[in-house]
Antibody, heavy 121, light 107 residues
Framework: EVQLLESGGGLVQPGGSLRLSCAAS????????MSWVRQAPGKGLEWVTA????????FYAHSAKGRFTVSRDNSRDTVYLQMNSLRAEDTAVYYC??????????????WGQGTRVSVSS | DIQMTQSPSSLSASVGDRVTITCQAS??????LNWYQQKPGEAPKLLIY???NLKTGVPSRFSGSGSGTDFSFTISSLQPEDVATYYC?????????FGGGAKVEIK
């Protein structure tokens, strides 16, 4: 059974940093691209970033470029999202999502339950 | 970036009704379109990929159609468990983009 378990969310001040983790199980982790998708309170879904199975390819939404970094450790079946220079508008539930293929990302066949990030002073 | 516009943003229908949601892309995306269902308090779930392909295990009352810039998603007979927000998402080009969502409620 595929499982994705996010962690690392919390309350952070504007300008601060957080590192989210997503531990995967139930599939051959290194064979699939992984994405982070966020949802601000009461709003829709926004794709943030993706990383290929090997980790060699990444892509970012404009809102994340230059501030967020996605990485993965295939020996630990874990994908990370390092978020720096956080702003109030980054407040959201962050979902880890498994792609059903390699690269480029296309469709998310499994999602975690999300981790909540709040940016406030 | 490719903009995805969904309509209506919300609707209320009776159990057994046929419900249709549309999604328009700002440019031709061929059939590179997915539909997701998100129930309150839950993560999204993939229902349809490639505009019209039903994911295994998804009830057959759900269907999708369209190509190019205009797409539709239909629930042939609305059930109480279908109360959710439905999102389209294009994968023709990066960045991936979602529509704004369509909230479906029971009348």
């Amino acid at each position: 059974e595929v499982q994705l378990l996010e962690s690392g969310g919390g309350l952070v001040q504007p300008g601060g940093s957080l590192r989210l983790s997503c531990a995967a199980s139930g599939f051959t982790f290194s064979s699939y691209a992984m994405s982070w998708v966020r949802q601000a309170p009461g709003k829709g879904l926004e794709w943030v970033t993706a990383i290929s199975g090997s980790g060699r390819s990444t892509f970012y939404a404009h809102s994340a470029k230059g501030r967020f970094t996605v990485s993965r450790d295939n020996s630990r079946d874990t994908v990370y999202l390092q978020m720096n220079s956080l702003r109030a508008e980054d407040t959201a539930v962050y979902y880890c999502a498994k792609d059903d293929g390699g690269w480029p990302p296309s469709k998310f066949d499994y999602w975690g339950q999300g981790t909540r990030v709040s940016v406030s002073s | 970036d490719i903009q995805m516009t969904q309509s209506p943003s919300s609707l209320s229908a009776s159990v057994g009704d046929r419900v249709t949601i549309t999604c328009q892309a700002s440019q031709d995306i061929t059939n590179y379109l997915n539909w997701y269902q998100q129930k309150p308090g839950e993560a999204p779930k993939l229902l349809i990929y490639g505009a019209s392909n039903l994911k295994t295990g998804v009830p057959s009352r759900f269907s999708g159609s369209g190509s190019g810039t205009d797409f539709s998603f239909t629930i042939s007979s609305l059930q109480p468990e279908d109360v959710a927000t439905y999102y389209c998402q294009q994968y023709d080009d990066l960045p991936l983009t979602f529509g704004g969502g369509a909230k479906v409620e029971i009348k």
